[in-house]
């Protein structure tokens, strides 16, 4: 089943911070964060795997929950090229088959 | 550079045609798979392949077709049974472990004339 992400969509202005929630209804081994731009392929971002090791990007920071099955991505000081569609895909097994949620869709402005 | 390539970008498709898009990649990966992106959608996987000469369905493999007869290529065939084929076709790989990322290429967009 697909994970849920909330919010939806967010608008920032340049220098302030968000969160964005993915939430799966299963257990999880790993979760995973990747931006996509229009159009444009996606880019990793982040892994958290069950047990607390974290893989990724050095300015952007996340966590991993384990019981209640739901990861956060937090972004801090926003920079205009953090605008694009944010996506979390979740893992069951030690196997990378993802599935992805529908995504969240961040605006930075000026 | 090491990467995954995909062609065509774009791609016409006439009622009742099969169509193949390609993907290559020189990353070594073992793991190859084939997401189906429409707009404001995210990524739903189509199948997916651990090692050569085997794949599997994923979640929305209805009127789509594979093969994995080298570790570089992953070719995916939009069959005439897939009635909805318009999308973005995302083509990704990873060793396969959880642990790692996956790496996609440019993709594919797909229309119906």
């Known amino acids: 089943q697909q994970p849920v992400q909330s919010p939806q969509a967010v608008i920032l202005r340049e220098g302030e911070d968000a969160v964005i929630n993915c939430s799966s209804s299963?257990?999880?081994?790993?979760v995973h964060w990747y931006r996509q731009k229009h159009g444009e392929a996606p880019v990793f971002l982040m892994i958290?795997?069950?047990?607390?090791e974290q893989k990724g990007h050095e300015k952007i920071s996340a966590s991993f929950n384990e019981k209640k099955q739901q990861s956060s991505l937090y972004l801090t000081a926003s920079q205009l090229s953090y605008s694009g569609t944010y996506f979390c895909?979740?893992?069951?097994?030690?196997?990378?088959?993802?599935?992805f949620g529908t995504g969240t869709r961040l605006l930075v402005s000026p | 550079d090491g990467g995954i390539t995909q062609s065509p970008k774009y791609l016409f498709r006439k009622e009742g045609q099969n169509v193949t898009l390609s993907c290559e990649q020189n990353?070594?990966?073992?793991?190859m798979y084939w997401y189906r992106q429409d707009p404001g959608q995210g990524l739903r996987l189509i199948y997916y392949s651990q090692i050569v000469n085997d794949f599997q369905k994923g979640d929305i493999a209805e009127g789509y077709s594979v093969s994995r007869e080298k570790k570089e290529s992953f070719p995916l065939t939009v069959t005439s049974a897939q009635k909805n084929p318009t999308a973005f076709y995302l083509c990704?790989?990873?060793?396969?472990?959880?642990?790692?990322?996956?790496?996609f290429g440019d993709g594919t967009r797909l229309s119906i004339l």
């Open positions: 895909g979740t893992a069951s097994t030690g196997f990378q088959k993802l599935v």
């Open positions: 990353l070594n990966h073992d793991a």
């Open positions: 299963k257990a999880l081994y790993s």
């Open positions: 990704a790989s990873s060793i396969g472990e959880s642990n790692q990322p996956q790496h």
């Open positions: 958290l795997l069950k047990g607390g």
